[in-house]
């Protein structure tokens, strides 16, 4: 037996209703997950030019008070002997402003992040030491540059897929 006329008008103009209202509602889906995708790919590229220039300034801030390590006459004590200098103290804020941001933007439960963290901390100790240790802190540096580089290519793949 076949469909009579108004079945087949009536098939027609439910598949039009459905089609009216279920287009919208998909392009609304795939807006908002473009938004959110693009919001959260901006926030990653922001989070990875803060991270790489912290990464940056605190290695440059260190290997700037191993200079004056090197060069100072007086008893480094931890960095304390140098601080009389005003220009020494103002590197020291800034490198440890640099340190904390660092930590704050590092996710602790990321071993990778735990890895620079911990090479961090290293390095800081080598800098406090009262002994000149460069060979030691040229190495902590090299691993937090290597660390670092790695968190950062991790971070330039998860913005390339949107996630």
């Known amino acids: 037996m076949l469909p009579s006329h108004f079945e087949i008008s009536l098939i027609t103009a439910m598949t039009a209703l459905v089609a009216s209202v279920m287009g919208p509602l998909v392009t609304l889906s795939v807006a908002r997950r473009q938004f959110r995708a693009n919001v959260i790919s901006t926030n990653r590229q922001k989070w990875i030019e803060t991270f790489r220039d912290r990464v940056s300034e605190l290695l440059s801030l260190m290997n700037a008070a191993q200079l004056i390590k090197r060069h100072s006459n007086e008893s480094w004590r931890g960095g304390l002997g140098a601080a009389a200098n005003i220009d020494v103290t103002d590197k020291f804020e800034k490198a440890f402003m640099a ?15 735990q890895l620079l963290n911990d090479a961090l901390a290293t390095a800081l100790a080598h800098l406090q030491h009262d002994e000149l240790r460069d060979q030691e802190l040229d190495a902590c540096v090299e691993v937090i540059t290597s660390i670092g580089r790695t968190i950062i290519r991790q971070e330039w793949a998860r913005v390339k897929r949107g996630v």
């Open 99 to 113: 340190l904390s941001e660092i930590r704050l933007l590092t996710n602790a439960s990321d071993p990778e992040h």
